[in-house]
């Protein structure tokens, strides 16, 4: 299973979601470093384990108030091993094209964002279904954006994100109900899991699962998540 690491961009800082409200959420503070500037955190990172996949949420973006372009560059260019994804409130494949012309992340399309069934659709066609991935966004019960979920199915790329926003920075344990909603619909392709991991105990439990990956932030700067963790579910390099 792979575990990557998940860094949230604010103007310029890296902060700490928790639970979806943005309105709140504050610089991070780590033990893993006491910089919330996104290099030093992404150093940090990267000495807890050796990460090979990096997922960045621009929120700025996201939220129509500018972007973290220029960071995503000078983090590319100072992790060259590492790839990322990147959720910057794409929301169909016109958008997409410059991000694939960069050639320096795959997109993450979130369906809070995202305009409509035709959307997805057109994301599929224009692209292989490796050039970006679909992040499921829920806010309780809700997914947010695009509501009717088993009409896209068709549509999905092959990696796909279980995000449960309530969960995240919670500690409130992964949306195993959630996830395997999602799971019974996806087919074989690969579920990534977000929101709630609270420690090596439930990265056990979701590869246990058959989840592919797990993005995880809180327990890895809370210190309730380490190298011998991750290392006990992950395919990579110890």
């Known amino acids: 299973m792979e575990v990557i690491p998940v860094i949230d961009l604010e103007a310029g800082t890296v902060v700490h979601a928790r639970g979806g409200?943005?309105?709140?959420?504050?610089?991070?503070?780590?033990?893993?470093?006491?910089?919330?500037?996104?290099?030093?955190?992404?150093?940090?990172?990267?000495?807890?384990?050796?990460?090979?996949?990096?997922?960045?949420?621009?929120?700025?973006?996201?939220?129509g108030r500018g972007?973290?372009?220029?960071?995503?560059?000078?983090?590319?260019?100072?992790?060259?091993?590492?790839?990322?994804?990147?959720?910057?409130?794409?929301?169909?494949?016109?958008?997409?094209?410059?991000?694939?012309?960069?050639?320096?992340?795959?997109?993450?399309?979130?369906?809070?964002v995202i305009a409509d069934v035709r959307a997805l659709r057109e994301l599929a066609e224009d692209r292989a279904r490796e050039s970006w991935v679909l992040s499921l966004d829920y806010r309780g019960d809700r997914l947010l954006g695009v509501t009717a979920l088993a009409d896209t199915v068709a549509s999905w790329p092959s990696c796909v994100i279980a995000m449960t926003l309530a969960r995240v920075g919670s500690g409130a344990g992964p949306d195993v109900d959630r996830l395997e909603e999602i799971r019974a619909l996806?087919?074989?392709?690969?579920?990534?899991?977000?929101?709630?991991?609270?420690?090596?105990?439930?990265l056990v439990a979701l590869a246990e699962r058959g989840v592919s990956g797990v993005?995880?932030?809180?327990?890895?700067?809370?210190?309730?998540?380490?190298?011998?963790?991750?290392?006990?579910?992950?395919?990579g390099p110890a």
């Open 67 to 112: 972007d973290h372009a220029s960071y995503l560059v000078e983090i590319a260019r100072a992790f060259p091993g590492l790839s990322l994804w990147v959720d910057c409130g794409l929301r169909d494949a016109r958008g997409c094209r410059d991000w694939w012309a960069r050639d320096i992340a795959t997109p993450v399309i979130g369906t809070e």
């Open 215 to 235: 993005l995880v932030a809180t327990a890895l700067h809370e210190g309730r998540l380490g190298r011998a963790g991750i290392a006990a579910v992950a395919s």
């Open 21 to 63: 409200a943005r309105e709140r959420y504050r610089p991070v503070r780590s033990r893993l470093c006491a910089d919330s500037s996104p290099l030093a955190v992404v150093q940090a990172l990267l000495g807890v384990y050796p990460f090979t996949r990096l997922y960045v949420a621009d929120l700025d973006a996201i939220e």
């Open 186 to 202: 996806a087919g074989g392709r690969k579920i990534y899991v977000a929101g709630g991991v609270r420690g090596g105990a439930d």
